[in-house]
């Protein structure tokens, strides 16, 4: 259980410095099971802040996001930091693009908070359809969520509402903070990915079945590439008209393209929080693709993205003993 | 509108343009910024007859495989047979556009948009201002006052560009300069050897000029900011809003009021635009 | 104009007899939700759903179109596309995406009318099915509509358990089932009790409401308002709120073409992208997600009204549902209306 109290005491304390712009961290949403980012301006701001096991989103996107307007006549830049409360996964997000120089480690301040898994949405949204009211939602210490719906209490066993990701997650503890609410979580042995067999084990004729199946109800809304936190090109390859990648037609062909061109624009650098998948509004599983190719930098790379800050990145670095049998 | 084999009209597709050949191709400017400007023939006899339009009116210009952009017609429709349209290098399709041959084929749709109000402008003084290749628009309304002079009061064009190799129309406006009907204040935006004429942006050349603002109408068209300050330096020298008119630029893709892109509040350029006077300009409320 | 009554088990027959001489679209099940899609047999159609995940729209306002075909280069050349005149059944839609042609009718049949658009609309049946278990974010009452209302379909099916009302709405939808006769009987006063009963138990499941009165002209003055920004700060800019919306109907056209033929493509775009406004030139007239929220939530609840008459929202809540950061327009206008303008 994460102590509401201190994180909301932390982000006061940031918020109040001069060289703070605003702190990002969540809110109770406007229904059901629904949480909203929350940003906070002021300490006042703040008092809406929660953390439960439903805040998933993971807001390292924001910083990125935005805009540099163009400067008017006298107005100076607004240099200061953004404070944002982050989970392990969301964490290496931002060692990842610190990594990238797509972000600096002053531009940020950091509250972290060791997770024991979210919980997905679309199994608890499922599973509990028709919510209108703020459930609140409490994880117990014998692996437990005690949902509170209108009244009557519920104890559903934590494994039937967690995130998939969360399963397989390595790195629980943020890997970058400034302020840590709550103790670091022990991690032991974790089970394999449970979507990774899909790839790696079903007949090929199977699988592209199965993928045609999904990548035919992409609309390309790209929610996917708006919710990483990085897929952040100034220019995306699939907005490119000259030359033009990938067609702005909406069919299998196309949709294969950008689908599987976005997996390995993220290979050594997705940090499987999942964000891509959960925002897919024709629930794709596109963390099947990711997972399959953080395996596979894993096992040939020794690799893991968005740990150390001083790291180069994969793509960054070059080594003769790299391995080179998947380069036809 | 095309004949189908049992001689009666099919739906009419308004998406799908005529083809035109390049006749003429003008180079305006070079460098970075090129500007060219096209002359345009109607490949269908029918429609080169029967193609009308009136100052301020837009097409949607296509090189097949590229893609199709949006320009302002810059010939006047007093001028029969074909249409001009001056061309800034900065896209896709723009770039295709300035790689054609003379004797090439375009796809065109059009005309587009209100007009300038140029019949009911008649008896009055008219002040253009302009600025870069916003004087496209301008130079429709121009030449269609050139072609009907005697209904005109005095006609004063007022354009400025950042250099001189940067002026649009240079020839045309060397021969404006040599007629005693129409006055031109050039301008560049700097100091520059050899340029007898105005040095400075074209706002303040048009104090310069001081056009009076009784009986006349003021046009003006070319980058946001330049618009903003004409309109402010108008109002100075007595213009009231309904004398102000200027053309919008908003990005286009239809052209005819379904894609909704090109809205400012609740108006479409393409189809309530992409004149405005200021009068109804400053009443919009909405991104521009 | 004519109240009949089909027996639920006879559906399937009359549904299959219908497929022979129509192009039937019906929610079918994909993986975890459905869509409308071209079915072949009365089986595939999924009545466990609520809404399909893609709005109906997509049947006349497909989301990838031709608009004409060409040859490419400098030496082109046209060809028209040709539009089919096959007949379109589109069966089982709920009130909200039924609206959403009322609301579309306008944008592409106004003085340029959308041949593809034109077409599909008067080659197909709208046939309805009332909706009896609304979702959290439904709220098609706010609009004064019902989910069991008839209002903008040519027949309206109502499931009473057992058997179907089958309520023939137009003149249109009274030519097509007459084509049926041998289906159906005449529905009694129970029947279309039971479907009172039905609605009324089904508005009663519709808990949200949007508080939209005088909302229109109160827009005019909140322009510049915080609220903008407040919601803006949370946006994405993904596509998902304008792609699931049954009145969203921005759209890009693109060249796509190989060295030998090519065609104009038309395909949904939508106006979260910065790209959407973004001049040639550099300038972008929305440069901010706020300049964008606030554009799409203007054009429904306020441009909509002033140019159409119409509120450009249905109700179908889907990009409530949809959204990843729970930015909700019921919230939103009902905001709207309490703040100080």
């Known amino acids: 259980m994460v102590d509401k109290e201190l994180l909301v005491k932390t982000a006061k304390k940031i918020v109040s410095r001069e060289d703070v712009k605003y702190v990002v961290g969540y809110k109770q949403g406007t229904y059901g099971f629904v949480i909203s980012p929350s940003f906070a301006y002021t300490p006042e701001d703040v008092d809406n802040f929660i953390y439960n096991p439903l805040c998933k989103k993971n807001l390292t996107v924001y910083p990125i996001l935005e805009e540099k307007l163009p400067l008017r006549r006298e107005e100076e830049e607004d240099k200061r930091k953004i404070g944002i409360v982050v989970k392990g996964c969301d964490s290496r997000a931002l060692v990842q693009i610190i990594q990238e120089k797509g972000l600096t480690r002053e531009d940020l301040v950091i509250i972290g908070i060791p997770c024991k898994g979210v919980i997905d949405l679309k199994k608890i949204e499922k599973r509990f359809p028709n919510q209108t009211e703020a459930v609140n939602v409490v994880e117990t210490d014998n692996a437990e969520y005690i949902l509170n719906i209108s009244g009557a209490v519920q104890h559903i066993p934590k494994e039937e509402l967690l995130s998939e990701v969360c399963k397989s997650c390595e790195y629980p503890n943020p890997t970058i903070y400034d302020f840590l609410i709550g103790e670091k979580i022990e991690v032991g042995e974790v089970p394999e990915y449970s979507g990774l067999k899909n790839l790696d084990e079903t007949p090929l004729e199977d699988r592209w079945a199965y993928w045609e199946k999904h990548f035919q109800n992409c609309i390309r809304c790209y929610a996917c590439r708006e919710a990483c936190p990085l897929c952040y090109c100034k220019t995306c390859m699939a907005d490119m008209l000259e030359p033009q990648w990938i067609r702005r037609s909406v069919n299998l062909s196309e949709n294969t393209a950008w689908n599987i061109m976005r997996a390995f624009h993220l290979a050594g650098r997705c940090i499987s929080c999942g964000e891509c998948e959960s925002v897919c509004p024709v629930n794709i599983p596109l963390m099947e693709l990711n997972k399959k190719l953080e395996k596979d930098v894993k096992e040939m790379f020794k690799y893991n993205a968005g740990l150390d800050t001083k790291e180069k990145t994969l793509f960054g670095t070059f080594n003769p003993d790299d391995p080179e049998e998947f380069i036809m | ?288 | 104009m004519e109240n009949l009554v089909i027996q639920t088990e006879k559906l399937s027959e009359w549904v299959n007899e219908v497929i022979k001489k129509n192009k039937v679209f019906a929610p079918v099940k994909e993986t975890d939700f459905s869509n409308f899609k071209i079915i072949d047999d009365y089986s595939e159609i999924d009545f466990t759903y609520l809404l399909p995940r893609v709005p109906a729209k997509k049947i006349l306002f497909k989301q990838t179109e031709t608009l004409f075909l060409f040859t490419p280069g400098s030496k082109g050349s046209v060809q028209t596309k040709e539009i089919s005149d096959e007949k379109l059944v589109v069966f089982s839609l709920r009130t909200c995406d039924a609206k959403t042609f009322s609301i579309l009718d306008p944008v592409f049949l106004g003085d340029y009318a959308d041949p593809f658009y034109k077409s599909r609309r008067e080659r197909s049946i709208l046939i309805g099915l009332s909706c009896n278990k609304p979702n959290v974010n439904c709220f098609c009452t706010s609009f004064g509509d019902s989910p069991a209302s008839s209002d903008y379909v040519d027949i309206l099916l109502t499931d009473l358990d057992g058997k179907h009302l089958v309520e023939v709405v137009t003149e249109r939808g009274k030519k097509f089932i007459d084509n049926y006769k041998k289906f159906f009987t005449s529905a009694s006063k129970e029947d279309l009790d039971s479907k009172k009963k039905v609605e009324e138990q089904a508005i009663k499941g519709i808990t949200r409401t949007m508080k939209l009165e005088g909302i229109p002209e109160k827009l005019d003055k909140m322009f510049e308002h915080p609220i903008w920004y407040e919601n803006a700060m949370k946006c994405i800019g993904c596509g998902t709120c304008t792609f699931v919306c049954p009145t969203c109907h921005c759209f890009d056209m693109q060249d796509e073409s190989t060295l030998r033929e090519g065609a104009r493509v038309r395909v949904w775009d939508y106006c979260m992208n910065p790209e959407y406004t973004h001049h040639a030139s550099g300038h972008n007239p929305r440069p901010a997600r706020m300049n964008r929220v606030r554009n799409r939530i203007f054009h429904k609840f306020n441009y909509y009204p002033i140019n159409d008459n119409i509120v450009g929202c249905t109700g179908c809540g889907r990009c409530i549902d949809y959204c990843s950061v729970n930015i909700d327009v019921i919230d939103i206008i009902n905001k709207i209306g309490e703040a100080e303008s």
């Open chain 2, 1 to 288: 509108m095309t004949k189908n084999s049992e001689g009666t009209f099919e739906i009419q597709n308004p998406y799908q343009p005529l083809l035109a050949k390049v006749v003429k191709i003008t180079n305006e400017v070079d460098g970075a910024r090129a500007i060219k400007t096209y002359k345009l023939v109607f490949q269908d006899e029918e429609t080169k007859i029967n193609f009308s339009f009136i100052p301020g009116q837009f097409v949607m210009v296509s090189v097949f495989g590229k893609g199709e952009s949006t320009f302002a017609i810059s010939s006047s429709s007093t001028q029969k047979d074909y249409i001009e349209i001056s061309v800034m290098k900065h896209g896709k399709n723009t770039a295709a556009l300035h790689e054609l041959e003379e004797g090439d084929i375009v796809g065109v749709r059009g005309p587009y948009g209100n007009t300038f109000d140029v019949k009911g402008w008649e008896g009055k003084n008219i002040i253009l201002i302009g600025g870069g290749i916003g004087q496209a628009p301008l130079r429709s309304v121009l030449n269609y006052i050139l072609d009907n002079r005697d209904k005109y009061g005095t006609l004063d064009a007022i354009y400025g560009a950042r250099t001189s190799s940067d002026i649009c129309y240079k020839e045309e406006f060397a021969e404006l300069e040599k007629r005693d009907d129409v006055n031109v204040h050039l301008s560049i935006d700097v100091e520059e050897e050899g340029w007898n004429n105005y040095v400075g942006f074209v706002p303040n050349n048009l104090m310069e000029v001081k056009p009076s603002s009784e009986n006349a109408i003021a046009i003006t068209c070319g980058p946001p900011i330049m618009i903003e300050y004409v309109i402010q330096n108008l109002l100075k020298l007595g213009f009231t809003e309904k004398q102000i008119y200027t053309t919008l630029e908003m990005r286009m893709k239809c052209g005819i009021g379904i894609c909704g892109r090109c809205n400012i509040g609740n108006l479409y350029v393409c189809k309530d635009g992409p004149v405005f006077s200021y009068e109804q300009l400053k009443g919009l409320q909405g991104d521009m």
